[in-house]
């Protein structure tokens, strides 16, 4: 009995370390090793269908006619140049190869916004009544921008991917079961639409999104502590019988808001460069 189940261990426990070998990557940001099963390249490819989809089954707010549209453009615009100075300060432009940012704001009541791998970044005209200045919707946008560079989504999207299709590459799983794919990256991002499909972030994820969300904030001359103001706006519009879809995908609680007042040094530090 003892050998058995000491032989199934060492199974599963190799299994594991092939997995790991084969799949943990370490993060540019972090420093960690995470499991990202999904080769980024690839992600960003399907990302770049998933945003034209999503852009061509809703209303896109023009930049030159709509202020908060050209408002979006240009807080995404300011965060991505941060982004650009702090990788090459650390020496690590590379990782933002594959990157072509794009910036939308469409016309839909839903309180949300995203970032896709790649950097497909869509803001919900239902957000702007709760972040109400351009400094929230910049602490907002860095949050969901850092959510793709720490591949959050892989992340999410890989352990989906091995329990509900076996592991299947993301080429294979999307010739063969398109829609399920489809549907566990919508998940995997945040992107939803109806009940239930909504998927929380891990505390984890979230503190992560937040501490860099708010350098880049910082960085790109804006003032991250609008983000407590921001979580409190948020929080009240719960209120209501509906709770938005950006707090169902990013929980906001006193824990949160504690550690985003710890991060806030480390952010102004951050203030001009
Ligand atoms: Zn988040």
């Known amino acids: 009995m003892f050998i058995r189940t000491t032989i199934k261990l060492n199974g599963v426990l190799s299994l594991v370390v092939m997995c790991c070998f084969v799949s943990c990557t370490q993060n540019s940001l972090t ?23 999503f852009l061509k089954s809703h209303t896109v707010l023009s930049q030159k006619n709509n202020s908060n549209a050209a408002m979006v453009n240009r807080i995404g615009v300011n965060i991505t140049k941060a ?16 990157y072509q940012w794009e910036y939308n704001l469409v016309s839909d009541p839903a309180v949300n916004a995203w970032c896709m791998p790649g950097g497909k970044i869509v803001v919900y005209t239902g957000l702007l009544p709760v972040t109400v200045n351009e400094n929230a919707l910049a602490v907002v946008i860095g949050h969901e921008v850092s959510h793709a560079l720490l591949q959050h989504g892989n992340q999410r999207m890989s352990s989906s991917m091995l ?42 994820h979230e503190l992560e999104a937040d501490r860099f969300g708010l350098i880049w904030a910082a960085m790109a001359g804006y003032d991250p502590n609008e983000a407590l103001a921001f979580w409190d706006r948020m929080e009240k519009a719960s209120g209501g019988q509906q709770v938005p879809e ?6 906001s609680d006193a824990i949160r808001k504690e550690k985003i007042k710890s991060y806030m040094a480390e952010a102004m530090s951050y203030k001009g460069k």
Do not use: C, W
Request: no cysteine; glycine share 8%.
């Open 246 to 251: 950006f707090l169902r995908t990013h929980p």
């Open 83 to 98: 982004v650009n100075r702090y990788y090459a300060s650390k020496k690590n432009s590379s990782v933002l190869n594959g």
């Open 163 to 204: 329990q509900e299709l076996g592991g299947m590459t993301l080429s294979v799983a999307l010739s063969k079961k398109p829609s399920v794919t489809q549907d566990i990256f919508m998940q995997a991002y945040g992107i939803g639409t109806e009940v239930g499909l909504m998927l929380p972030f891990s505390r984890k």
């Open 31 to 53: 420093g960690k090793r995470q499991l990202t099963m999904m080769p980024e390249a690839e992600v960003q490819s399907l990302a770049s269908t998933q945003y034209r989809d």
